[in-house]
């Protein structure tokens, strides 16, 4: 799940003091979940704004709509219709859905309403912790299924650094060491001995500085 936080209302003003009509446009995906660009979020930023410029003395027409996904054509043409009447959309999808939506509309600004962050869990109730980089060279069949890359704050990929005392990260004493974890898993696993495997460096230039990235599968391509 890609996890995202609201900005800051001043932020937002400040993107669009310009505007007096614009849209709030919400994601019913993973901003949702993590209760950053859902339907709730949708009026709670509205009416926020509203009041702020209301206050300013600049009154602002807001419509407020949230779309099943942002990062699809199929969604976003639901608004065509009504977007051209508008001067600017706050989306707060993730970064994905606001480029993504930017690219399908190119006669009306775009500002984001929210800061990405990271993909990550539910841990707890308003609790979200990051889980996965999408490096896109995948090592949790060695790691017991923790990722050496997101957990450990150096992102290591042969064991510890040396650092860490009573299972946490020298970085912070409330973080886990994150070789720590991966060690206590494959013990639970009776698999040890993938400690001794040495993996490799990473190919960057395929995954993270290689980008964009794009997958095309073809079994499901028209």
Known sequence: MIIGKGKSIKD??????????????????????????????????????SLAR????KPITIKEVTLERQC??????SIRSFVDEYEAVVSIACGAGVQFMAE????????????????????AQ?????????????????????????????SLFNG??????????????????????????????GKLDQLEIIIPINDWSNSRDGGPRKIIREDLTL
């Open 12 to 49: 937002i003003l400040a993107m669009i003091e310009n505007h007096s009509k614009i849209i709030v446009a919400g994601c019913r995906g993973c901003v949702t979940v993590c209760a950053a660009g859902g339907e709730k979020e949708v009026g709670i930023l509205s009416a926020a704004l």
């Open 126 to 154: 308003g609790v979200w912790t990051e889980r996965c980089q999408a490096c896109g060279d995948c090592k949790l069949h060695i790691t017991g299924g923790i990722c050496p890359i997101s957990r450990c704050a150096k």
């Open 160 to 189: 510890p650094c040396g650092g860490s005392a009573k299972g946490k990260c020298e970085i912070n004493p409330e973080v886990d060491c994150g070789w720590q974890l991966i060690y206590d898993r494959l013990k639970e696993l």
């Open 54 to 57: 209301e206050k300013d003395g």
């Open 104 to 123: 399908k509309f190119r006669k009306i600004p775009l500002y984001p309403g929210i800061d990405t962050n990271f993909i990550g869990v539910t841990e």
């Open 72 to 77: 699809d054509s199929e969604y976003l043409e």
